[in-house]
């Protein structure tokens, strides 16, 4: 079981991309790889099933970013739950190997910079009993979100409402067109 949390792009903190860019057909193989002990450590998963990673990253393996070391990828971050205003980074991963040199660091910073560009706010979800990843990412500007279980209700003008719907990822467009509406976060 995951203890999953959120953190949210609060202040834009400058830092090298390099050379990170979109994942090619060519580079499905790898991606496949990487996913793989990306569930078997992260998840915990011993035995991930290969066909269904493959066939989701087939479908899809241009929302990954990599960076590659001498033609090697050695870190991967998933683009993923594109919205209007909000879009996150997932499956975050370099491996073993290659960690502590800033590959991930880069990853993510080039990613929030692309949603940056396109006006949308970057988001994380992370895992609370990773420290060392969670400190990266605080490192480059975000800060984890109000738990759902730690709601703050202000007096004045500014009011929280939290609801339950099923996709929440599709029920937070709609709260963005109300007029009033200043921020919507989507999570469990």
Avoid at 4 to 22: A, C, I, Q
Avoid at 75 to 86: C, F, G, T
Wanted: aromatic share 12%; charged share 30%; net charge neutral.
């Amino acid at each position: 079981r995951h203890r999953m949390d959120m953190m949210y792009l609060e202040t834009l903190k400058e830092y090298p991309t390099m050379s990170v860019v979109n994942a090619k057909e060519e580079d499905i193989d790898s991606l496949v790889k990487f996913m793989v002990e990306f569930q078997k450590e992260c998840l915990h998963d011993p035995e991930p099933f290969e066909y269904s990673i493959r066939k989701k990253i087939e479908e899809s393996y241009s929302s990954y970013y990599i960076l590659k070391v001498e033609g090697q990828i050695v870190s991967i971050a998933e683009l993923a739950r594109v919205e209007e205003k909000i879009a996150a980074i997932t499956s975050v991963y370099t491996l073993p190997i290659y960690r502590n040199k800033g590959y991930s660091r880069q990853v993510v910073s080039h990613i929030r910079e692309e949603l940056i560009k396109q006006k949308k706010i970057p988001y994380l979800y992370v895992d609370k009993d990773n420290p060392i990843s969670n400190h990266l990412y605080t490192k480059i500007g975000f800060v984890y979100g109000k738990s759902k279980y730690d709601v703050a209700h202000k007096k004045g003008n500014i009011d929280t409402l939290i609801l339950a719907g099923g996709c929440f990822w599709c029920m937070s467009k709609p709260y963005y067109e109300i007029e009033g509406v200043t921020k919507v976060l989507s999570g469990y």
